[in-house]
C-alpha cells in the first residue's frame, strides 16, 4: 500500500506521528518477492571453489588417524584441513570457549566437523569428502541428564564445575523456608519440556573471499555478524581490522544463527590458503547437527500458596531445573540462568530460589532458541497455576489476574519491571474468548485454557564485558536529500531494517524512499551486537532515533536561520521543513539539507544505545534484566478424541503488549508467527536421539535430520488466531515500542497443556503433547490413578551452597550476603554442600570485611 | 561420479536459454547455478518443503526433485518471471504490503505455488488456498499473512476494488473488558 501520509496538526506535530504506529511496506518487501534478495548461498564470485565438511559418525570417540590417499585422487580436490590448521578454541561465550574449527583429537557428537576438502566442484568436495578415512577409538556414550549426572567418567568437556556438569547454579531471594512455612498449601509439580530445533528454512551458508593486504571478507547466514568477527580474529589470528564480516538477510534465524560457526571458519580459512573464494553451504542434515536449539529441561516446582478468600497469593517458590546441553557450551550458561531468571516478572512473588544444572552429552550442542530457556519453566509455571486454581476452585483468570507483578517495581531477584501490560491482555483474550463463561463448561473432548508470558526487550549485558555502546548508528546526509543509515544490524526477517528506516523517516519526516540503508557490515557499520535476546527495536531503534535528532536539530538551525523561523516553531513532516504557524513558509527536506550542508559542511550524525544498569549486583545477575519487558496472554481452544488421544487448536487468542507498533502488520507478522512456532513444539516438533542397534554400532544418532521425518506444522495445522496487540509505550522503547519477536511464543504451549486438561481432564506435564501420552492419562483415569503423564520425579542434586541475596523488601543492596573474596567463599562450602543458614553467612561476611581491612592496614 | 554433460535449450520466463551442464544435475542446481536465477531456493533436498517450486508448463513442480534434462522444451517459470515489467504481479504486491515475505526465504516457491492456484481457481476459499499451499513449509509467518496476500491479490486480478478489513494490518478489536 502507499506508504500513509498524513498533514500533521501544528502546533504539536511531535504528538502526531506519520509514519510510526501504521501499517507501511516493509523496506526489504520488494527484493524478498522478486527472489532478488541476496542469501548467502546466492553469492557468486569469479574462481569461487566448493568446501565440505567431513563430520563424525560416532558420537564420542578420540581421533586415531586420518586417510587422505583416496580422497586426494579425486579429480578437482584443491586441500583439505583439519585441527591441526585452525587449533586456536573458540565459543560464543568468554566463559565456554570450548570448540574448535575441526576437531583436534576427539569427536563429542555424531555431526562434529574433522576434516574441511575444498574442491573445484560441490559434487567433487562431496565425492572427496566420502572418501576421507577417519580411524576412531570410541568411548563411552552420554545419552541424556541423569546420563551425564551419574556418569563423571568419560568427561565430554575438560572443563566446567564437575564430571559431565558444566554448570550449576544456586540462587535464593529473601527466606524461602519462612515463605513456604507461611503458605496454606504447598503445591509441587515435576516438568519435562523435550528440545527441539529452529528449521529455518535457509541452510547456513557461507562465502569468504580473499582480498588484498592479507584481508578476507566473510559473507554468512548470521545474526551475529560482531560475534563472528570476534571468533574469526581469535581463530585466525589476524587483525580484526583485516577481517570483513558481511552479514547477509537470513533465511530465518530464530536463534539457530546466532553463534559463530565452524564452517564460517573453515571457509575463511580454505580462502586464505587457496587464495580464491570458498563456498560452503550446509545440507539439511548438517543444520540439525549445527542445532543451537531448545534444551531438553527436567524442572520441579514448588510454590507456597496463601488464600485470603477469593484472593490468591504466592508467598515463595522453589524452581530447580536440569539442562541436556549437548556436547558444548554455546550460550548454555546463559541458557542455565535463564531457566530461571523470568519466573518473577509476571506474578508477586516476595521470595524466591533457582537452582539449575547443565550436562553434557554426546549430542549436538543446544543453546539459544525463541523464548531463550524461558518457554521451558514458563510452561511449567503455567500448567501449576493452572492446576493450583483447579484445586482451589478459582477461575485461572481470577487467580493470576490477583497475583500480577505491579509495573515500575523491582522484583525479588532484582529485575527492574518498567511498564506492565499483562492485565490488559488477559482480559483481551479472557473477553475474546468468552473464557469465563465457557471455560470448564465445554462438552467432553472440548477445552479452553489460559497462560501468561513475559520476555525481554534485549538482554541488559552485552556477551563479553566492555563499556562500549551496545548499539550503533550513524547518518550521512547530503545535498541529494537521500539519508544514507549505517548500522550493523542483522536482517534475519524480523523486520529491523524495516524498523531502523522507519525511525529515521519519522524522525526526519521524509519518506522510506528518501532512506538508504547500509548495514550488518563490519567494515562499514557502526557496532550492533546482532539479532538475538529481542534486542533491535529497542536498542537499535533508541541509537537511530539520537543519530536522527542530532541530525534534525543541524537541518532546524539551519532552516530557521535561512527563513527567520524560531527553530521550536519548526516541523518536520511530509518531506518539507516548514513553520508550524505557517506550513507554507519553509523548504522542501532537500534544500533544507542543502542549507545545513552549506552552514555546517559535510554532514554526519551518530547515535549510541547503552542500556541502564540493573539493580542486581550478585554472581548471575547478569542474566534476566532488560531495560523493558513485553507481556503476553493466551487462550487456547483445543478438540480431543478420547479413543484416540488425537487432538487439535481449534482456535488461539493472543494478546502482545508491545508497548507501541512501530508497524502493527509486521507486529501482527510477529505473534502469529511466534504463536505459529509454540504450537509447533506443543504439537509436534522435538529433536530427539536413538541409539543404533549394536550391530550398526550402537552410536546415539539423531532420530531423523531431515524435514520429511522432523515434523513442523503446515498450512492445513494453523488454527485461526485472534490477535490483540496492546499498547502500553515503555518510556525506555523509541516511540514506547517493545519487543515483540519472542515473547508471543511464550503463553501457547502451556496454554494447551491447560487447555488439553479441560477437554479431557489429563494432565500431560511435558512437552511435546502426543496422542499415546493423552491415552495413558485416561487409561490411568480409567483405573482410579492421577490422570497424568509426565516425568515422575526430579534428580537428586547437590547444588552445593546457595547464593543468599535479601530482597529489595528485605532492605537488601542487590548483592548476596555470602559471595565476596573466592579464597573464603570456597573455604565456608561444606564438603557435603549443604546451604549454611544465613546467620552463618552473615558471621562469615562480618569476618571477611575484618579481614579484609587488615590486609588493608 | 558420473561425468556425463548435457547440452540443453530451456525456455525460462519466456527466455531461451542454452545450458551445459552435468546430467545429473537437478533443475533446481541448474536454474541456480548455470543460469544465475538464484530466486528459486532450496531447504531440504528431498522434495518436503516446498522452497524449491517452480512452474512447468504452469503447473507446480518441485525442482529439487527433477533433473533439468527432462524439461527440455517445457516452459519453466520462476519468480523472477513474475514482474510485467517493473510492475509487481498482485501476489507479489499483497505479500510485500501484508508481510506475508518476513525472511522471504519460502516466498519464492509459495508465490509460483498460489499463481498455479490462482490460474486454474481466481475465486479460492481459505480452505482450497490451504490445501494448495499445504506442500510449502514457512518458518516465520505464522501462514495467516499469506492466506490473506493470496486472497487479496486474487480479488485484485478479478479485477474487484477490495482490501483487507482494518484487523488485517492493526490487529483485531479488542472486546469491551481490555478498554482502559
Redesign the interface.
Known sequence: MAEPLRKPEPPEPARDTHLIGKPFRRVDGRAKVTGTTKFADDLAFARMVYVRLVRSTVPHALIRGIDFSEAAKVDGVLGFLTGKDVPEPFGILPVSQDEHALCLDKVRFVGDPVVAVAAVTEDAAYEAAWKVKVDYEPLATISGIEEALATPEPRIQDYGDHGNVHKQVSMTFGDVEKGLAAADEIFEDVFFYEGNTHLPMEQHATVAVPEDFERVTVYSSTQTPHYLHRALTKVLGISASRIRVVACSNGGGFGGKSDPFNHEIVAAKMALKLGRPVKITLTREEVFYCHRGRHPVLMQMTTGIKKDGDRVSITAQRLRTALDGGAYGSYGVASTYYTGALQTVTYKMPAYEFQGVRTFTNKPPCGPKRGHGTPQPRFGFEVHLDKIAVKLGIDPADLRLGMLAEPDTVTANWLRIGTMGLKRCIEAVVGGSGFRERWGKLPEGRGLGLACGSYLCGAGLPIYWNHMPQSGVQLKLDRSGCVAVFCGEAEIGQGSDSVLAAVVAEVLGISLGDIRLCVADTDLTPVDLGSYSSRVTLMVGNAALQAAERAREMIAQAVSQQLEIPQNRLVFAERRVFDAADPDKGLSFQDAVIAAEARFGTLGTTGSYIPPRSPGRYRGAGVGPSPAYSYSASVVEVEVDPATGLWNPVHVWIAHDVGKCINPVLVMGQVEGSVYMGLGEVMMEEQVFRRLPRHLSGALVHKFPSVLEYKSPTFEDMPPVTTYLIEEPDPQGPFGAKEVGQGPLLPIMPAVANAIHDAVGVRVDQVPIHPHMILKGLQAKAQGAPARFGPKAFPEIDFGETLLVPTPDEGGDGTAINDYREKLRSGMRSSAGTMMTREEALQKKRLAALTTDLKGA | ?NDDVTFLKLRINGEPRAVVF?AHHTLLEVL?EEC???????????G??G?CTVLVDGRPVLSCLVLAAEVAGRAIE???G??DGND?HP???T?????A????????GI?MTAKALLAENPRPTEAE???A???????????????QGVEWAAARIRGENW?PPDE?????R?????E?
Open positions: 561420479m552435468p541456480r544465475g536465477l538464484t530466486g528459486t531456493k532450496h531447504g531440504c533436498e528431498l518436503e518443503c522452497t520462476t519468480v523472477e513474475m514482474q509487481l501476489l507479489q504486491a505479500f510485500a504490503d501484508l508481510g515475505a518476513q525472511c522471504g526465504y519460502c516466498t519464492p508465490l488456498i490451504r490445501a499451499l499445504a506442500g510449502t513449509l514457512c518458518r516465520c509467518t505464522g501462514y495467516h499473512k499469506i492466506i482490501t488485517v494490518f492493526y490487529g483485531d479488542l472486546p469491551e473488558e481490555a482502559p
